[in-house]
Structure formats: structure tokens, C-alpha cells
């Protein structure tokens, strides 16, 4: 993830994501949580949007991962946002 560029103004919207694989260590008796990969599939749907944010909630058992992008708003980014018709 790259920082954002200063002076420019963003639009953030949910990543796209397409596949999840869960990979988990082996269980030893001594843990109390097992440590988990997680490898996450998508593709921007264009050029000029960028990662912005991986944010990750554990819950018990239960862990949601956030991926958010980022579209650059300001004018002359070469990345304007129009309206179909």
C-alpha cells in the first residue's frame, strides 16, 4: 500500500475480492489460538485506483478482514469519475 499523495482528495470504496484461502498451522495442545493465513484474491477494476486499507476485527473465533481502495477525486489526476448515460 502506497501513502496517499498530499493535496489530493479520495474516494474510498470497498476492494473487490474474488477467492479466500484459509491456510492453519498445525493444533499443539498448549496453544489457545492457532495461527491462520489468510490469502486473499481480487483485482481493481482499474489503473487508477490504489489499496488503501487492510483492516483486520477478531471475534472469538470469527476473524473479518477489511480491504478498502482508494480513487483520487481531485481534479487534473487524470482519474475523473464520470456518469454512464
Known amino acids: 500500500m502506497t501513502p496517499p499523495e498530499g493535496g489530493v482528495s479520495y474516494a ?7 477467492d479466500v484461502t484459509v491456510r492453519a498451522a498445525p493444533f499443539e495442545q498448549e496453544q489457545d489460538a492457532v495461527p491462520a493465513e489468510l490469502l486473499i484474491e481480487g483485482a481493481l477494476p482499474n489503473s487508477c485506483l490504489e489499496l488503501a486499507a487492510a483492516e483486520q476485527e477478531r ?3 470469527f476473524l473479518t478482514v477489511r480491504l478498502r481502495m482508494r480513487w483520487p477525486t481531485s481534479p487534473n489526476t487524470g482519474c475523473e469519475h464520470f456518469e454512464r448515460p
Open 59 to 61: 471475534d472469538g473465533h
Open 12 to 18: 474510498r470504496y470497498a476492494a473487490p475480492v474474488s
